[in-house]
């Protein structure tokens, strides 16, 4: 085979090399060695997490890099000035208040652990039966099992409260915008405030995908003085360079300049596509035996890293290029739309970005009714409008994918 059996050979050499532990896209890092920027925010967090009385609530967009600051910055903080237990619980939709904190009250001495009792009833009765030569006692009994399940739920955060306020250390509760009922999320905003009041060493770390910080507490209004709301933006250009150059420098690896600018240009200030796409250039330069990494090994790294990246980006591309005459030409336009800076942007805005970047003229009329048409679909679509005449990207990170999937796309280019 031309990789060796199926692709073992350069397998061995990317697991040898150590970059699956440097550049981490599908898992949060949680080593301090391999965290760069982010550096003023990781000092807010540690100022407020050692304020008496003070809990955080970091809140985002998917992707920026959320759980890897929460993360890194916990541990920093047991292991340079605290001392205590380190508790994280990764929400998803099954969960509920009486379950996020099952682990921290066992360390407490309180065991909510699933139990089953079993009891036996038996039940008899005599027979005696008389012959010439014999005379025997006849007995018969019946035996039934009952099962009984005992399960405790502490649903109340004030009992919780009541057992963890002696607690020291810190519980990081992640993706808490999973939490389906609101109920749970207002649970725990009273907890905040009760561990406040008890003026406890247990700090709660809440994370989750928002827009507000009043999303993830079901906007509980007395929780505010005791809750340090953090909203982490996209990472400054900066800062991805800094993952890059740090993390390739540790590897023994020289990308060219051109090619650190453009990772930058594609990430948009989301670490995870920074990590992705200098994973996918490191692995093609180590298989390669080349530690130099030229604009050649980053065509080939996107495309990879397009295939690595997540279905939902992936589909939504996909679905709805399917459905129109001229993809190239949509290709081309999103491609255009992906380097607006705003949020928000206008068809007029589009097209003279079109004009300015590419040469490309379209009159404003023909470019509206595209850029609508883009808007309407049976599935989730491309982009949406928030407004008469503005047009925004359903998910915030598909411009990043965009520019990444069409400049691998020399159909595009």
């Known amino acids: 085979m031309a990789n060796g059996s199926f692709g073992l050979d350069n397998e061995a050499l990317i697991i040898k090399s150590g970059i699956r532990n440097v550049f981490t896209p599908h898992i949060p890092i949680d080593e301090i060695s391999h965290f760069f920027g982010r550096e003023d925010e990781a000092t807010r967090l540690v100022s407020v997490i050692n304020s008496p009385g ?30 205590g237990h380190f ?52 007995s018969s009994k019946r035996e039934t099992k009952t099962t009984i399940v005992t399960t405790f739920k502490p649903d109340s955060p004030s009992w919780v409260a009541k057992h963890l306020k002696s607690l020291s250390g810190i519980m990081l509760i992640d993706e808490a915008d999973a939490l ?56 400054c250009d900066e800062d991805l360079k800094k993952i890059i150059l740090n993390g390739m420098n540790s590897l023994n690896l020289r990308p060219d300049d051109s090619v650190v600018e453009k990772i930058v240009d594609i990430s948009a200030g989301y670490p995870h596509f920074t990590h992705l796409i200098s994973l996918k250039c490191g692995e093609a330069a180590i298989v390669r035996g080349n530690k130099h990494i030229t604009k050649d090994v980053l065509k080939s790294a ?18 709805t290029l399917r459905v129109l005459n001229t993809p190239q030409e949509y290709k081309f336009l999103l491609l255009t ?3 607006c800076n705003t949020p928000e942007f206008r068809s007029s805005e589009l097209r003279e970005k079109l004009k300015s970047k590419f040469g490309v003229i379209v009159d404003s009329q023909t470019l509206s009714r595209r850029l609508t048409k883009l808007t309407k679909g049976s599935e989730k679509t491309i982009l949406y409008k928030p407004a008469r005449g503005c047009f925004q990207f359903t998910d915030p990170r598909m411009p990043s994918f965009l520019k990444m999937a069409l400049n691998a796309d020399d159909d595009v280019m």
């Open 180 to 235: 389906q009922d609101e109920s749970d999320k207002k649970k725990i905003a009273e907890l905040i405030k009760l561990l406040s009041d008890h003026k406890s060493n247990f700090k709660l770390v809440v994370v989750g995908i928002a827009a507000t910080g009043e999303e993830l507490t079901a906007g509980h209004p007395s929780v505010e003085r005791c809750l340090k709301e953090v909203s982490l933006q996209r990472m």
């Open 302 to 319: 996107l495309n990879e890293a397009v295939k690595d990246s997540e279905g939902a980006l992936q589909r939504m591309l996909e679905s």
């Open 54 to 83: 003070q809990h955080i609530l970091l809140y985002g967009d998917r992707g920026v890099g959320k759980t890897s600051l929460a993360k890194t910055t916990c541990k920093l903080i047991l292991h340079k000035i605290q001392r």
């Open 337 to 339: 739309a992906s380097y």
């Open 87 to 138: 508790f994280e619980k990764r929400c998803d939709s099954g969960d509920s208040f009486s379950s996020i904190f099952v682990e921290a009250l066992e360390k407490c001495g309180i065991d909510l652990s699933f139990r089953e009792a079993t009891q036996t009833h038996n039940q008899g009765g005599g027979a005696v039966l008389n012959a010439v030569f014999a005379k025997a006692d006849l």
